[in-house]
């Protein structure tokens, strides 16, 4: 008996409120005892309503109830902690608000140790003691405790779900199968259970493999991060050097270039001098000839002054022939000539170079009906229409016009170039196609803001950094982008030009469309701002037409 005597004595010297040791024991009007700090706090919060309650017997009173210490409690609270006996904490034993309470215990419940599926009930330690101890209980199953046990009895018949309908895929009791369930393919739970055990074995099997797959990838890629990383490194290092030989080579060139200049310049000025020497000296010969003739010519007596014209010798001059000559002219159209081939080298191998430095891309489309699934209808803007250019059927297509055709102001109009933008911004990947007819058409891709207005060169479309253009001829195609031309791109003449642009890759294809795709050019850079699909026309040519075809209908 004497551990339920203790047991006693430590939940009477329990604090309702915090649920330990009491604490300066008081005790209310009406009988029951609590930490001070615990109902004084208790009530604090309840001087708003004028109504002080006990927290156990919900005694209420409008005036704040005078506390009496329990002189009692507190000699027993110090007896127990002299004998070394200490209240369990009673959050370590009572049933919280997220617990499985012991259906046994009555009053205020314990937390259940383990839960009983043959019982369908949960225990505390102390309930659970004759299922630990009495043989008739030996057979049933415990289990972690459980809240959903009620959720094993059978709704129709109030028994125990100890089968499986697999018709209906639920648990059922042995009396289903005779009416609802009647002829349905019904096992044992537990042998569903086993099945389903295999089932979930497997699976886990297959996700354990994928798990070890994954990192195993995981560290697939943690290696290839550290080798892109090392590998880049080594790739701008490498490039530095490259190109720093390559400045190196054209500041020698340059060097050589200079020398050579000036050597040929200090050789020249030499002559130059030699001859202004030799000039100077003919001109002092020439006066002093042209004194002596003029003496000459004042004698009076005949005979004197014949003798005297018969004893003179000629003057001899040299033959010295001065013109201008153009010496260094020649040198700069020579380095002039280089400069334009090495840039023509760079611009046709730029985008390969960038292309290579840029491995991992999405696939881009080979056939016709590839290109089609990004196929986007264009149509221009009258807004910035020059007007030259006449625009019709739904403004897909444009033509050039001799006659101006005296369109409003606006302040996105092309003033001087005969060009016009899509009212369409391209984002993502995009395709579409041009159908031209005539000379001096260019099919460009630009940013809105590429300059209006004004007569400025650098307006138009291919002509600065802010547009790419391809221009289409009988003759051929030719590529401009900052006023550099790539010329004779590979791809017979035809009537229509597909575009395919992907702006996240930073990659602009033209196309020569037929039975096949032949690829005119192909642009590998970085778009900063919306692009906008443009078309620009020779004023030298007007009745040129270009199209935007309805690439969804087909």
């Known amino acids: 008996m004497a551990p339920k005597r203790v047991q006693l004595e430590q939940k009477t010297i329990c604090c309702s409120i915090c649920l330990d040791v009491i604490k300066d024991p008081v005790t209310t009007h009406c009988g029951h005892s609590y930490c001070m700090n615990c109902i004084n706090t208790h009530w604090d919060g309840e001087d708003a309503k004028r109504a002080y309650s006990c927290p156990q017997c919900r005694q209420t009173s409008s005036q704040r109830p005078v506390l009496m210490k329990n002189t009692l ?3 027993l609270v110090e007896d127990l902690k002299d004998s070394g006996l200490q209240a369990a904490p009673a959050d370590h034993c009572y049933a919280g608000a997220e617990d499985v309470a012991c259906d046994v215990c009555t009053g205020r419940k314990l937390k259940a140790h383990k839960s009983c599926l043959v019982c369908l009930a949960s225990y505390c330690e102390e309930h659970l003691n004759p299922h630990n101890e009495s043989p008739p209980f030996k057979k049933h199953k415990l289990v972690d405790p459980f809240r959903q046990l009620q959720e094993n009895i059978c709704s129709q018949h109030d ?16 009396l289903c199968p005779v009416n609802q369930h009647k002829g349905h393919d019904t096992v044992s739970a537990a042998a569903e259970r086993m099945e389903k055990q295999q089932d979930l074995e497997l699976n886990r099997n297959r996700i354990r493999q994928k798990l070890h797959d994954r990192e195993k990838d995981v560290k697939m890629l943690d290696q290839e991060e550290k080798t892109v990383s090392c590998s880049s490194d080594k790739a701008v290092e490498d490039s530095e050097v490259i190109f720093a030989e390559l400045i190196n080579f054209l500041e020698k060139r340059c060097s050589d270039v200079q020398q050579q200049i000036r050597s040929y310049q200090k050789t020249e000025m030499l002559r130059v001098k030699e001859l202004q020497a030799q000039l100077q000296q ?3 010969e020439l006066k002093r000839k042209d004194a002596e003739l003029l003496k000459l010519s004042y004698i009076e007596d005949d005979n ?7 004893s003179m010798s000629p003057t001899q001059l040299s033959n010295t022939n001065i013109h201008r000559v153009t010496y260094f002219e020649d040198v700069t159209a020579a380095v002039s000539q280089v400069k334009g081939q090495i840039l023509n080298i760079l611009n046709e191998t730029w985008t390969n170079i960038l292309l290579t430095a840029s491995p991992v891309q999405h696939r881009e489309p080979k056939t016709r009906d590839e290109f089609l699934q990004y196929s986007q ?5 009258p807004n910035t229409a020059n007007s030259h250019l006449l625009l019709s059927e739904g403004n897909r297509k444009v ?10 102001n606006h302040p996105d109009r092309f003033i001087d170039w005969w060009q016009v933008c899509s009212v369409e911004s391209l984002t993502g990947r995009s395709y579409w196609e041009v159908d031209w007819r005539g000379n001096g058409l260019f099919v460009a891709v630009t940013y809105r803001n590429v300059g209006k207005g004004r007569d400025h060169c650098e307006f138009g479309f291919g002509l600065n950094e802010r547009s790419w253009a391809l221009s289409c001829s009988p003759d051929g195609y030719n590529f401009y982008h900052n006023n550099v031309i790539t010329k004779g791109l590979d791809g017979l003449p035809r ?16 196309y020569s469309v037929s039975d096949t795709m032949t690829l005119l050019h192909k642009v590998c850079t970085t778009f900063t701002h919306p692009l906008h699909v443009g078309v620009r026309f020779d004023r030298y040519y007007p009745g040129t037409t270009a199209e935007f075809c309805k690439l969804k209908e087909q």
């Open 399 to 408: 033509t050039a016009m001799r006659e101006d055709r005296s369109y409003c």
């Open 304 to 310: 004197h002054f014949l003798r005297t014209c018969s």
């Open 282 to 284: 003919e001109i002092i």
């Open 73 to 75: 409690l507190a000699v």
């Open 159 to 174: 028994e125990v779900m100890k089968m499986f309908c697999r018709t209906d895929q639920q648990c059922i009791c042995y």
């Open 377 to 381: 209808e264009i149509t221009m803007d």
């Open 495 to 510: 009537s229509k030009i597909g575009v395919y642009m992907d702006r996240q890759e930073g990659i602009l294809s033209f």
